[in-house]
């Protein structure tokens, strides 16, 4: 399933690259006039969703989530960004079986570093997010650990709920945007992540946050990424 992902992802770079080329290659050369062509940009909400996650709903066992994405231009290179979803992942190893459920919301802004000529409107883009999770964990099974190797360990199956859960962390966020017909757009993106908080759960590990993905043992850090289909309600044209 990693693998999967990955190769999605990279898939995913390569059309985004091919079509921001591909407006590039057939903008026409400006040329001189006695008049001045005035370069309007768009400004106004975007608002959207995550493809992954629904992709990942509808084909990965043991998952189900969605997430509503949007920004808000608010200068010439800045928007303000949020992320809202909610996920619900199962654990199915071999010694450990549980089940995460919770909510999400990263907040934050993006810079877009990418100069559109006249009539495009892409973006390459780089962000920053505070993100806050309210969620559950439930162990449902264990093995128990055993040093004999002649019998095989015991499983116990169990409903131990913790609830009540929360978690925060920092984001830092790289992604390309493109509009596909007028006012539509498709992201993708990738996200590194650094745990701040979390509330730990007695005798048991937060092995996923939602928003966050995965914990590891001896990292702060996490890692994510992101497909976004969005559209843009104009407000003003500047």
């Known amino acids: 399933m990693k693998t999967k992902h990955i190769l999605l992802f990279s898939i995913s770079v390569l059309l985004l690259s091919f079509s921001t080329m591909a407006q590039e290659t057939t903008q026409p050369a400006e040329s001189t006039t006695d ?51 909610n996920e619900t992942r199962d654990w199915d190893e071999e010694n450990l079986q549980s089940t995460t459920k919770g909510s999400y919301i990263k907040l934050g802004v993006d810079y877009n570093a990418y100069n559109n000529w006249l009539g495009m409107d892409n973006a390459i883009f780089s962000g920053l997010r505070y993100g806050f999770a309210s969620f559950s964990q439930e162990l449902t099974g264990y093995g128990i650990y055993t040093t004999d190797p002649s ?32 006012n539509l757009y498709l992201s993708i993106n990738l996200q590194l992540k650094h745990k701040v908080s979390e509330d730990q759960p007695e005798n048991f590990d937060n092995l996923i946050i939602p928003g966050f993905n995965r914990t590891y043992d001896f990292s702060e850090f996490g890692v994510g990424y992101g497909y976004g289909l969005t559209y843009l309600i104009p407000i003003i044209k500047r």
């Open 35 to 85: 008049t001045v062509a005035m370069k309007t940009q768009k400004y106004g909400l975007r608002v959207g969703g995550d493809l992954s996650k629904l992709a990942r709903t509808a084909f990965e066992e043991g998952y189900t989530g969605f997430e509503i994405m949007g920004d808000l231009r608010f200068s010439k290179k800045y928007y303000a960004a949020a992320e809202i979803g």
């Open 151 to 182: 019998f095989p360990a015991d499983f116990v199956n169990t409903s131990q709920e913790f609830t009540g859960l929360t978690a925060s962390w920092v984001e830092l966020i790289f992604g390309v945007k493109t509009e596909l017909v007028n």
